[in-house]
């Protein structure tokens, strides 16, 4: 009973993380149509730049509020200079983003070398909690309250709010948004800095977990597509379900078929690819 | 009638002397050399996809890691005779293909690129984990180049030799893509990439079209991966990865996609860096990634299309390339 | 253009709009590829001669690059290059940089020379890929002409290489880790030495130390998914049932395992023991992990080799590493002579202490020394130089050691337990064991009638 339990826990937390991974992939490519394949980087800029103020600092907290800010900015900055010349052609764009993430793969390579490192948790959350005969790290509890604090957020700004609806409409119809006077290619900057904000916040939550290495970028960017295919491209919804789904199974079977361990990842993706390729809850 | 055959002549004169000036290179060099021709067939397949068809795959190096596997699995377990065994690898590529190209061009645009990446990871995914067979992360090392007996009298140990026979197979298969690509058949896909709703009111079935080109370039990356494992005696769930399908568009696109030839040299840029300029600085992934935003951002028909839109009229010929 | 009423199918304008755009060529979606502003794709000019010729100015740049001088002719006086390969990138960057720095220490302490001829060292980063561990070695065979190769941490990558280095006839001393059994005992190749240890070497002590002294009964082994750290577990577990015990349970991770949660979730809580051999920054994770699911302290983990204890990690894993016990070839705590002398010079120089792939490869290249000694300087005369580096026998750091036949050293092997010592968290040498050889006191012959320690995998437990 624990074991289950315990690994329901595991699952979920895993879920949420990829959850944090995945939601700035799928923000940006559900409403811009951007494959934003440098979104990898970002979480591996957000997981080093997070390790680098936590060395300096000391404090989580503030690393969870400078390292966001940064990959924020250079995100803002790759949208504004490179990415919006190219607007409506995706394909430009999907390349652009890959050059950008073999860019910074390189650089972080050089800038924080070749070892593999953890993020120190924060004291207060790194202790287990003990109850009966489980225990689980509280950090794990954590990153499962971030994940759904996170997705209603979310799901607020864009479904309750007039920014939200901006978005939306410009999506569905820029042309006629732009006649309302909304400055559209300003919001979409936005939006993609948005999506390069939620990356790096999990770089520094997921840094705990995950960790920060070279390939790290690569990886991450894998586990965010599997989520966004399994969860529907283009919903929020879609990537917290998917992302749900996927950990879960994962965990599950790692535990129970490890030797089909990485396979569990992909599993999922390739059953929905063949089944229904929009995914769960796709919007195409 | 001479003129006719005047490119042909010029064109053999030319790989015979490629030939021979390439045995005087120390072997390193040659070994680097071979690696471009190899790379050079795998970026040209998925050029025909791309540069050709229009359609984004980044998920090419399922065929060529197939192929590669196949390969290794029959030369070490069943030592079969080496061309039944690269039959069979082309064949796994093909069906491989098929399946895949059933799933892909279901979508277009964005999606197909992500469904042609999930495609390709769930392969590597069956390559990392199913040890007992395909030796898991850990590859398979150890493959032998065979001994052609009857049609080389000499081994293919020796560099030299292996790259004059890849060189063969090179020629044999860019002469066969140049048949395709200038085809009515090529012009067809051109005519896709350009616009399918257009070639659909002309009366093309478009689907088969793409269908037929995604064979054709699962078969020609088969053959790269073939020779890729002779080439290196390893091949390991890498052969399969998203990196290997990111190198094989990077190649593709600052090469000239669009082109015959383009994506070979594309594979020499990347090849050069890799191993050349890694000498000099650690960087050259770095040097890598900024040519490639610059050729995206400046010269979008790649290096070879740029030259080639540079040259006068009168040196044009009507040979395509 | 009519629009459809909106509300519900807000996507369908988009759609709509896009394809009536195609069709009616609006020159934007001639911009979809390539995406050039000015309109469709215009006619190329093809060119043949251009492409044969930028075929040709490359060969001859690369011809050019190479005017570089590369020494082919085995001169007396050409320096003497050594290849170093080791993973500088990836989980085990920290002992890479062990292998290097115990390289450069003994170079430094020989100043460059060794019998009569200088010392080159050529440092090569292999990432942990064993690809790139081929490519990086036909670099350094081919290109740099070294004349031997040291390092390597991956089993599977050492396996690899060993084909290639003998075909290219280039000794081979791995002096990183690479301990799985089939590098020295299937196609055995008079190339390849070994330095550092053997999978059956340094966990059969520690079994039967876990079985006597810890009075442990059952154990689970949880190993990376590679074939090395598999084969020392294996070694363990073979050895912990042949003394008396019973392994109940096998798991293995795979290499870049972030999130051990469903591993530990499946340990067995009734065990006495978990041996273990989860390797460099994977290690750090899982035993931090295994301390937040509270088992540190309720089951006793014994590290087969120095993975997670290793000297270079046990920074990084510190607090959650308390009250392990591990087995080592070497640790920097051995009190002799050359040890001391060692440690304090390698302290001196990189300001740390040195693990174990550092003390391996110092020996390495100890070894090349003492061959080229006996040779008076000639490593070209290939098989005088094999024949003189396997009568090695040397006063290493860690003792005295020499080779076996099968070019394997025979080593002591130091059983460690990482306690507190003031605030330094220190491995404390508790028991030593002199003289393990790899086929464990029976004959050659004998041991290899037995199956490999990787076919052991799945078979415990059961």
């Known amino acids: 009973m624990a074991f289950w339990i315990v690994q329901s826990l595991n699952g979920i937390s895993f879920g949420m993380l990829l959850f944090l991974l995945a939601a700035g992939l799928s923000l940006v490519f559900g409403l811009m149509r951007i494959v934003n394949l440098t979104h990898g980087s970002f979480y591996l800029l957000g997981a080093y730049i997070g390790l680098t103020v936590i060395e300096r600092t000391g404090s989580f907290l503030v690393a969870m509020v400078v390292a966001p800010l940064c990959v924020t900015l250079l995100a803002l900055l790759i949208h504004r200079f490179l990415l919006r010349r190219f607007h409506h052609m995706e394909l430009a764009q999907v390349l652009l983003t890959f050059g950008l993430l073999f860019i910074f793969a390189d650089l972080t390579l050089w800038k924080w070398g070749g070892s593999s490192y953890v993020l120190p948790k924060p004291a207060f959350l790194a202790t287990s909690l003990t109850i009966g005969s489980i225990v689980f790290p509280a950090y794990r509890l954590f990153v499962i309250a971030t994940g759904v604090v996170i997705a209603l957020l979310l799901w607020l700004v864009l479904e309750r709010t007039t920014l939200g609806s901006m978005v939306r409409a410009g999506v569905d119809d820029e042309e006629m948004v732009r006649g309302l006077g909304i400055n559209t290619p300003r919001l979409f900057t936005a939006v993609f800095a948005l999506g390069a904000f939620l990356a790096a916040l999990s770089g520094v939550i997921g840094g705990p977990f995950v960790g920060a290495y070279p390939g790290a970028d690569f990886e991450v960017l894998l586990l965010a597509l599997v989520v966004v295919i399994v969860g529907g491209l283009g919903s929020i919804r879609g990537a917290f379900v998917g992302s749900l789904v996927v950990g879960l199974i994962d965990t599950f079977g790692r535990a129970l078929v490890p030797e089909l361990a990485m396979f569990t990842i992909f599993a999922p993706m390739a059953i929905i690819l063949a089944l229904r390729p929009r995914g769960l809850f796709g919007r195409i | 009638m001479r003129r006719h055959f005047w490119p042909g002549i010029k064109l053999t004169l030319g790989l015979l002397c490629l030939a021979v000036v390439v045995r005087l290179l120390p072997t390193y060099y040659i070994g680097l050399l071979t690696e471009v021709l190899i790379l050079g067939l795998f970026a040209m397949s998925l050029n025909l996809l791309l540069g050709h068809t229009g359609i984004p795959s980044l998920g090419h190096a399922a065929y060529f890691g197939a192929a590669a596997y196949t390969m290794a699995l029959l030369s070490l377990r069943l030592m079969q005779n080496c061309w039944v065994s690269a039959a069979a690898a082309v064949g796994v590529s093909l069906v491989i293909a098929a399946l895949y190209g059933l799933l892909a061009l279901r979508t277009s645009g964005v999606y197909c690129m992500m469904i042609t990446l999930a495609l390709a990871q769930v392969l590597w995914g069956i390559a990392y984990g199913w040890r007992t067979m395909t030796g898991g992360d850990d590859g398979l090392p150890g493959i032998a180049r065979p001994d052609l007996g009857v049609l080389l009298p000499w081994s293919l140990q020796d560099p030299a030799n292996f790259f004059t026979a890849v060189l063969i197979v090179f020629v044999v298969v860019v002469a066969a893509l140049y048949l395709v690509v200038h085809s009515p058949f090529g012009y067809t896909l051109r005519g896709i990439r350009d616009s399918e709703a257009r070639m659909d009111c002309l009366g093309y079935n478009v689907w088969l079209h793409k269908y037929v080109a995604f064979l054709i370039a699962g078969g020609v990356a088969g053959i790269a991966g073939i020779l890729f494992v002779y080439y290196h005696g390893f091949v390991s769930p890498a052969e399969l990865s998203l990196v290997q399908s990111a190198e094989g568009l990077l190649m593709v696109i600052v090469g000239g996609a669009g082109t015959l030839l383009g994506p070979v040299l594309g594979a020499g840029v990347v090849v050069f860096l890799r191993n050349i300029v890694s000498a000099y600085t650690e960087r050259w992934l770095l040097v890598l990634g900024l040519i490639y935003l610059l050729v995206v951002l400046c010269a979008p028909h790649g290096i070879l299309g740029a030259l080639q839109a540079r040259l006068p009229r009168w040196l044009s010929r009507r040979a395509a390339l | ?462």
């Open chain 3, 1 to 462: 253009m009519v629009r459809p009423p909106q509300g519900g199918a807000a996507r369908l304008p988009l759609v709509l709009d896009r394809s009536l755009r195609k069709a009616y060529g609006r020159g934007r979606e001639a911009r979809t590829f390539p995406w050039r502003k000015g309109g469709p794709v215009h006619q190329r000019r093809h060119f043949l001669p251009l492409t044969v010729g930028v075929f040709t100015l490359l060969i001859a740049v690369t011809v050019g690059i190479i005017r570089a001088p590369i020494a082919s002719v085995a001169d007396a006086k050409t320096p003497i290059k050594i290849g170093v390969l080791a993973p500088l990138t990836g989980p085990l960057a920290a002992l890479a940089r062990d292998i290097v720095d115990g390289a450069r220490l003994y170079v430094d302490e020989v100043k460059g020379e060794m019998a009569g001829r200088k010392v080159e060292l050529t440092v090569e980063d292999y990432e942990f890929k064993t690809a790139v561990a081929l490519t990086k070695t036909k670099k350094l065979v081919e290109r740099d002409r070294v004349h031997v190769v040291v390092g390597v941490i991956l089993s599977a990558a050492a396996i690899a290489m060993k084909d290639y280095l003998h075909a290219q006839q280039v000794p081979f001393i791995v002096s990183g880790a690479a301990v799985a059994e089939p590098l020295m005992m299937e196609k055995p190749s008079p190339y390849v030495f070994r330095t550092t240890f053997a999978a059956s070497q340094v966990p059969t002590p520690l079994a039967k130390f876990t079985y006597d002294k810890l009075k442990a009964r059952t154990a689970t082994v949880i190993a990376g998914d590679t074939v090395g750290t598999i084969e020392l577990v294996m070694g363990f577990a073979r050895a912990f049932e042949e003394a008396g015990g019973k392994v109940v349970q096998e798991i293995y991770t795979p290499i870049g395992t972030t999130d051990f949660g469903p591993f530990i979730g499946r340990l067995r809580r009734d065990v006495d023991v978990v041996a273990v051999l989860v390797p460099g920054a994977d290690g750090i994770r899982f035993i931090n992990q295994y301390e937040e699911f509270g088992l540190k302290g309720k089951i006793q983990v014994v590290d087969t080799a120095p993975g997670i204890t290793d000297i270079s990690l046990l920074p990084s894993s510190g607090p959650a590493a308390l009250g392990m016990y591990a087995s080592q070839p070497y640790v920097y705590t051995i009190d002799n002579p050359q040890n001391r002398k060692f440690v304090q010079a390698f302290h001196t120089k990189y300001g740390r202490d040195p693990g174990g792939p550092a003390e391996a490869t110092y020996v390495a290249l100890a070894a090349i020394h003492q061959a080229l000694t006996a040779t008076g300087g000639n490593i070209e005369d290939k098989a005088k130089f094999l024949e003189a580096l396997r009568h090695m026998d040397l006063e290493a750091p860690r003792g005295h050691i020499r080779f076996d036949k099968y070019q394997n050293v025979i080593t002591d092997v130091i059983i460690t337990r990482i306690d507190k010592v003031g605030d330094q968290i220190v491995p404390v040498v508790v028991e030593t064991i002199p003289g393990v050889e790899q086929f464990l006191g029976i004959t050659p012959e004998e041991y290899l009638k037995r199956p490999r320690l990787v076919a052991l995998k799945g078979t415990f437990g059961k």
